[in-house]
């Protein structure tokens, strides 16, 4: 059994280390919500933010692919 993704396999729109990084200063990247950085999040709240701005993103290619291929 092969385990490897199909050609085209799932790709990941930015970093985890970036986004957890970028979060706990306080950006809220990828339209996340913004902590207070002095503060900081509890892990279940990185969890959550991480994963909602991966469906985020990967809605937003989605459509844009959806757009383009509207266009062409």
Partial sequence: MDLRPNRG???RPFGT???IIEFLKGN???DSKR???DIG???T???FEYKSALHRAHARD???RDEEG???
């Fill in 9 to 11: 396999g799932f790709l």
């Fill in 17 to 19: 280390a970036w986004f």
């Fill in 28 to 30: 809220g990247p990828e």
């Fill in 35 to 37: 902590i207070a950085p």
């Fill in 41 to 43: 999040a509890p892990m």
């Fill in 45 to 47: 709240d990185i969890h």
């Fill in 62 to 64: 989605a459509t844009e």
């Fill in 70 to 72: 509207r266009i062409r």
